[in-house]
């Protein structure tokens, strides 16, 4: 993200002296930058605390970038309608990331409800309950689970329910994982090439990259991201060692030495995509929770899910498709929901959103809910 802060915010350090003319106003030191303005991410990070600076927060929000740090959920107003929330209903958020959809489900479900939140990332969890929590929530009201979503059954039966009234999964990555290139999955910052949404299981996209062999990874460029040129790329990038994500996009780039750069950009973030898809097994987990949820849902409770490209929205279609035949869903969504233009300008990272939803069923005699 290209953040220009002007007049930057300053840590709140108290200065008073005998000649302060207004001893109870805090003396704001601007920070200090290698140059003129924040260029590094730990620096933006810092410098776009909302608790510091609300006017810069504010200003970047308006220019339709998110501050570092936190995430802008998206079809917010589509989601509370679709999933008609009210006080004493369970809620299963299986994708709390900054936990921005989580604020507007806790303000409907009170007083009496549940919200049951799950993440894999244990780097950003921690600050989500955390943020979300300072407003007193209790654990009865709103529990914290750093989980896969593919164990969703496991988890209601620990805490104690047998379905949920709505599930909700915002699929892929948040804007604080993308964005940190400590994370490994960003474009524009160097980083060590990870991409593990939970960096404390499996391997980092470095040490996968270097154990596939060309034609499995032309056949996942293909299946994870609909990436036509992955019978160039794949012997190109499979079994070479990259350190950095700066590493891995030269490699591709230099496949591509004569395509425009608006194409070099987009065959960059399908082949980041097909990757991240892999090493995180993000399919597996959505193949699990999609057959799982009916058996999670209470009796016409409602499942929206919201995905971020082709792979990830046929599993939903087809699923709830599958759901209609054998009636495990009473009702699905006809038709595709997006995002609105208007909410396409404000937050460019909704564009891609499509987002669908299911009715579960009464359930059959002999079926369990
Ligand atoms: C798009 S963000 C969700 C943003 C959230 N709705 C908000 O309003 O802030 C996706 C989040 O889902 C998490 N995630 C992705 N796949 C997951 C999985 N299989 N199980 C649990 N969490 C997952 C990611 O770690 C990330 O924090």
Redesign the pocket.
């Known amino acids: 993200m290209d953040l220009e802060p002007t007049n930057p915010p300053t840590p709140s350090v108290a200065k008073q002296s005998a000649d302060d003319p207004n001893p109870t106003v805090p003396h704001r030191r601007r920070l200090r930058y290698s140059g003129k303005y924040p260029r590094r991410f730990e620096e933006k990070y810092k410098e776009l605390d909302p608790a510091r600076d609300e006017a810069t927060f504010r200003k970047v929000l308006a220019s339709g970038k998110t501050p570092a740090g936190t995430?802008?959920?998206?079809l917010v107003a589509e989601i509370l309608e679709i999933l008609q929330l009210a006080p004493g209903s369970v809620v299963v958020?299986?994708?709390?990331?900054?936990?921005?959809?989580?604020v507007e489900i806790l303000a409907r479900i009170q007083p009496g409800g549940r919200l049951i939140g799950?993440?894999?990332?244990p780097v950003?969890l921690p600050k989500?309950e955390a943020r979300l929590r300072s407003g007193g929530l209790s654990s009865d009201t709103f529990s914290v689970h750093r989980?896969?979503?593919?164990g969703l059954p496991a988890i209601l039966a620990e805490c104690g329910l047998e379905g949920a009234d709505a599930i909700?999964a915002?699929?892929?990555?948040?804007s604080?994982?993308l964005d940190d290139p400590g994370r490994g999955f960003s474009l524009k910052h160097d980083g060590p090439l990870d991409m593990r949404?939970?960096p404390n299981r499996g391997q980092p996209a470095s040490v996968w990259l270097e154990k596939i062999r060309p034609e499995q990874l032309a056949a996942l460029l293909l299946k994870n991201a609909d990436e036509a040129r992955a019978p160039l790329l794949a012997p190109r990038l499979a079994g070479q060692r990259f350190s950095t994500t700066r590493q891995l996009a030269d490699a591709i780039r230099s496949v591509l030495p004569n395509a425009a750069p608006n194409d070099v950009e987009m065959t960059l973030r399908r082949v980041f995509q097909a990757i991240r898809i892999a090493v995180?097994d993000?399919f597996s987990?959505?193949d699990a929770?999609l057959r799982q949820a009916p058996a999670c849902l209470n009796s016409g409770g409602r499942i929206v899910v919201?995905t971020f490209h082709s792979g990830e929205d046929r599993r939903v279609k087809s699923a709830f498709a599958g759901g209609i035949r054998d009636g495990t869903y009473s009702e699905i969504s006809t038709a595709i929901i997006r995002p609105s233009a208007e909410e396409c300008r404000s937050n460019p990272r909704s564009s891609p959103a499509k987002l669908r939803w299911a009715r579960r069923a009464a359930p059959n005699a002999g079926e369990s809910t």
Do not use: W
């Open positions: 995430h802008r959920p998206i958020d299986c994708t709390l990331g900054y936990g921005g959809h989580a799950l993440d894999t990332d950003e989500t989980s896969n979503f593919a909700l915002d699929l892929g990555v948040s604080m994982q949404m939970n995180n993000e987990a959505l929770l919201l």
